[in-house]
């Protein structure tokens, strides 16, 4: 009489593990996978490089544009590269050179939005200070409906509008620039501030949290200045 297969064949492990592969739970379950990865390699980053702009540019009337954006759904990082804002006539409001975020699975833990690392790389700003004192930045926002000061005092004293829950564990600011130009002279001012370099640890928005920071940054004229302390988000100080 002969003996029964022994299920430890190749065979039978073979055949174990095609059923395996072609189970409706593992079809399902690699599809789901794929879709998102291929949402987050490449859906993702082509939305945000479209449509991003167009909705600055609809809410504040500039133009706006974005070279390159990459994001990891499974390290769960994002990086915006050549970012750029500039007002209807042309000139450079702002913008910067590379912004990376890192954010952590472990938020759902925490019930806070938590950022391992935040870098921004050449930043840059363009300050004008108009004729009749007002600021460009400024003026681009007073654009905005819904934002008279009557509004603006509202939702400051409103507790229904606090800040979500936000930690940020490490923020790093590299070589940026602020030019300053002052219009209401005869002959307009110039001014431009870099580089300025910054880092921020254990900056939050939770209750009585406080993080550490440094500034460090030079003018033009060789003038420098350098800063350090604590930053509170709730409450504000």
């Not at 370099?197 to 030079?218: H, V």
Request: with cysteine; charged share 25%.
């Amino acid at each position: 009489m002969p003996n029964p297969p022994d299920p430890s064949t190749p065979n039978t492990v073979g055949a174990r593990l095609k059923r395996i592969l072609i189970s409706r739970p593992f079809v399902i379950a690699v599809a789901a996978l794929a879709c998102y990865a291929l949402a987050g390699f490449l859906l993702a980053p082509f939305l945000v490089k479209r449509y991003v702009p167009m909705l600055l540019e609809r809410r504040l009337e500039t133009t706006a544009a974005i070279e390159r954006v990459r994001m990891n759904p499974f390290l769960l990082t994002a990086e915006v590269q050549g970012f750029s804002l500039s007002s209807p006539d042309g000139r450079p409001l702002a913008g910067f050179q590379r912004f990376f975020a890192d954010f952590q699975a472990s938020s759902l833990f925490r019930w806070a939005w938590t950022f391992q690392q935040i870098e921004l790389d050449r930043p840059r700003v363009n300050l004008v200070v108009e004729k009749d004192g007002r600021i460009n930045l400024a003026t681009m926002f007073d654009r905005q409906p819904g934002t008279d000061d009557t509004e603006k005092y509202q939702d400051s004293t409103s507790d229904d509008r606090r800040a979500p829950r936000l930690l940020l564990r490490d923020i790093t600011i590299r070589q940026g620039r602020i030019d300053v130009a002052d219009m209401r002279q005869s002959r307009p001012a110039d001014l431009a501030i870099e580089p300025i370099d910054a880092s921020l640890s254990n900056l939050s928005t939770l209750p009585d949290r406080k993080g550490p920071y440094t500034l460090a940054a030079g003018t033009d004229h060789g003038a420098s200045f350098q800063w350090s302390g604590e930053v509170h988000l709730d409450p504000l100080r």
